[in-house]
């Protein structure tokens, strides 16, 4: 399984674009990337999913390069309910096998 | 249509003590997925299963945890007996067959004295 590094927290203001960068150094070919968020009390919840170059949501985007290993996950205009641990998983899309690290603590400040 | 349903939200227990969490995943869904988290930490992953089979559990405590996941649906998780280090929040997860998005209960927070 490929291990993700990512900063442990970021601050950050209203209305402004995040962007939170995972290292992903020896993602394999069938690797997939996968974002989830987590508010406290709850369960994560899938925010986006990508193979390589971009990917678009309603919620947010997802960049890969051309080497892949790494990912960055793009918040835009961040609200005060964006405040949450995000997680980068890595793994096969197949194979339902992904382990979560210790996330990035977003905290959007008013 | 419903989420994962999990039970109970909060137990508390004296160590040594047997406890059971129960997961009803969403309809449909093959695959089943227990997770501890501590505090501060991301989930870890104790056990799946893919229907009733379990496929990795490799992180399962089997001296003291066990799971079962009867006719492919609902699973149970329990802890006999518990440890102080047990205490965490205990998620349920499930997701259909060969997709990446999996959904998660609200979990049940363990506290054992």
């Known amino acids: 399984l490929a291990k993700t590094t990512q900063p442990i927290s970021m601050d950050s203001y209203e209305g402004q674009e995040v962007n939170i960068t995972c290292s992903h150094n020896n993602i394999a070919t069938n690797d997939y990337i996968t974002w989830y968020q987590q508010f406290p009390s709850q369960g994560p919840r899938f925010i986006i999913q990508?193979?390589?170059t971009k990917v678009t949501n309603e919620v947010a985007s997802l960049f890969i390069p051309a080497d892949r290993k790494s990912s960055t996950l793009s918040l835009p205009r961040v609200s005060l309910s964006d405040t949450a641990v995000y997680y980068c998983?890595?793994?096969?899309?197949?194979?339902?096998?992904?382990?979560f690290g210790a996330g990035t603590r977003l905290t959007v400040k008013p | 249509e419903a989420g994962v349903v999990q039970s109970p939200r909060y137990k508390i227990i004296e160590k040594k003590q047997p406890v059971a969490f129960w997961c009803n995943p969403i309809s449909g869904h093959n695959t089943l997925y227990w997770y501890r988290q501590n505090l501060g930490q991301g989930p870890e992953l104790l056990i799946r299963?893919?229907?009733?089979?379990?496929?990795?559990d490799s992180q399962l405590p089997k001296d003291r945890f066990s799971a079962e996941r009867l006719k492919g649906v609902d699973s149970t998780l329990k802890i006999q007996p518990a440890e102080l280090g047990d205490s965490a929040v205990y998620l349920c997860?499930?997701?259909?067959?060969?997709?990446?998005?999996?959904?998660f209960g609200p979990g049940t927070r363990l506290t054992v004295l």
């Open positions: 997860a499930s997701s259909a067959d060969r997709a990446g998005e999996q959904f």
């Open positions: 299963y893919e229907n009733e089979e379990a496929v990795d």
């Open positions: 998983l890595v793994g096969r899309y197949n194979n339902n096998d992904m382990r």
């Open positions: 990508g193979y390589k």
